[in-house]
Structure formats: C-alpha cells, structure tokens
Nanobody, 125 residues
Framework: QVQLVESGGGLVQAGGSLRLSCAASGRTRRSNVLAWFRQAPGKEREFVAV????????TYADSVKGRFTISRDNVKNTVYLQMNSLKPEDTAVYYC??????????????????WGQGTQVTVSS
C-alpha cells in the first residue's frame, strides 16, 4: 500500500501562485510515477501533470503547460506542483496519485492505484 497526503491548497487571486505538496509513504517503490489530477464541481477528474521516478521525465496537460511545474524530492518522498499565473478555471480539488504505469497511459485516471484525499484550490477573479 501507498499512502498519499496532499497539502498547500487555499484561496488565491487570479495571477497568483500556490505550491502543492504530496507526501508519499508505504511501499512507494511499487510506483514508477507520481501525478496530479484535478476535479472541478460537476466535471470529471482530469490529468494535470506527471513525473517519473527519476524526475527526468514529465508531461503536462495543455491547459497548464508553461504555468505549472511538477517536481519531486525522492529523499523526502514528496512530489510538488508549483502553480503560477493561476486562473479562475484552475479552481478544483487537486489530487495526488501514484501507480506503476506505462508512460503512454499516464493521463488515465483508471491506471492509478493510489490516491490522496485531495486539497482545494480556489482562484478568485
């Protein structure tokens, strides 16, 4: 089992920044990727960003490319999501996820075995 605990969400004005953290514990070596997803009210959960175990490979949703940066600290078993130039449409609950996944499938929610409880991000206009 892998446990994931997110933190860092909050209320920010449009154009502002937030950094989310996700601390992983348990059998973390079973997972080769860590990812962030988000879910806005009335919408399906969507992919945001993913990073591989080494930190060398990342990919982003088009909607956040150039504004968000995913990174990880393998000593602390923590993955981060730095969010800059936030927009009201970024408002959502953000979830951390982990799994052992082929890279071509990292966008799919159904591929992930472990999920955090989520952290709310609200961007006011």
């Amino acid at each position: 089992q892998v446990q994931l605990v997110e933190s860092g969400g909050g209320l920010v004005q449009a154009g502002g920044s937030l950094r989310l953290s996700c601390a992983a514990s348990g059998r973390t070596r079973r997972s080769n990727v860590l990812a962030w997803f988000r879910q806005a009210p009335g919408k399906e959960r969507e992919f945001v960003a993913v990073i591989d175990r080494s930190g060398d490979s990342t990919t982003y949703a088009d909607s956040v490319k150039g504004r968000f940066t995913i990174s990880r600290d393998n000593v602390k078993n923590t993955v981060y999501l730095q969010m800059n130039s936030l927009k009201p449409e970024d408002t959502a609950v953000y979830y951390c996820a982990a799994g052992s996944i082929y890279w071509m499938a990292v966008h799919s929610t159904s591929e992930y075995d472990y999920w955090g409880q989520g952290t709310q991000v609200t961007v006011s206009s």
